[in-house]
């Protein structure tokens, strides 16, 4: 299973204090640097556990190489509380995927009570999971077809909470603002341009930053 890739936080962190503060207008990636004028598009970020779910459609190790979905979480070694894989075998059931004809892969955060400090905010009394991304072959598919795979499945997807400069996303996430979930902070914007583009390494650009970055001002 292919583990999601790391999402660079905007700026640069200072060693001087163990990382915990931003380097405000010294980017992580001169990429950043380049694309900061730019229209960008902005998603709440979810403040869950990172979960994969990867449908093989000829699975080899199982009878007659039946169809399989496979649930990750953030590593290959990572554990998923039990409750939330009841609920992921409960929202993906094999039969679900019958209309791909290759391996795809969710990528998606899973949230609620007892999952990360405020998880009981999202769901009080359960566990839920939120896309984020879809990845079918080689190729990362646009939001408005994650949108629609996530309405073909009956799941959630992270809401698009606006757009424009990767400044005024940093401008954004400044002073905390609401979830889309209800009246309690959000944990911040994950930030991709308009326009999927990869770097020259092949790496996608796309960034990320938190709400918590700034409570030391």
Not at 90 to 119: C, M, R
Request: include cysteine.
């Amino acid at each position: 299973m292919q583990e999601y890739h790391k999402i660079q936080t905007v700026y640069k962190r200072d060693p001087a204090t163990k990382h915990k503060t931003l380097l405000e207008g010294e980017f992580s990636l001169p990429i950043f640097d380049y694309l900061k004028d730019n229209q960008w598009v902005w998603t709440e970020k979810i403040d869950g556990t990172n979960i994969r779910v990867t449908y093989m459609p000829d699975a080899g190790d199982t009878p007659a190489g039946d169809p399989r979905v496979i649930f990750g979480g953030k590593t290959d070694n990572a554990q998923i509380p039990a409750k939330l894989v009841n609920k992921l075998q409960e929202l993906f059931p094999a039969e679900k995927f019958k209309d791909f004809d290759g391996p795809v892969t969710l990528y998606g955060e899973g949230f609620g009570a007892s999952i990360q400090k405020g998880g009981g905010n999202y769901v009080p009394d359960g566990v839920d999971f939120i896309l984020f991304d879809v990845k079918i072959g080689p190729w990362w598919l646009e939001h408005k077809d994650v949108v629609d795979i996530a309405g073909k499945f009956g799941i959630k997807v992270v809401p698009i909470v606006g757009r424009g400069t990767l400044l005024k996303a940093v401008e954004r996430a400044r002073p905390g603002f609401n979830s889309t979930f209800g009246p309690f902070q959000a944990e911040g914007l994950v930030m991709r341009p308009a326009v999927g583009m990869n770097d020259r390494s092949g790496k996608r650009v796309i960034a990320k930053i938190k709400c918590k970055d700034f409570l030391h001002e």
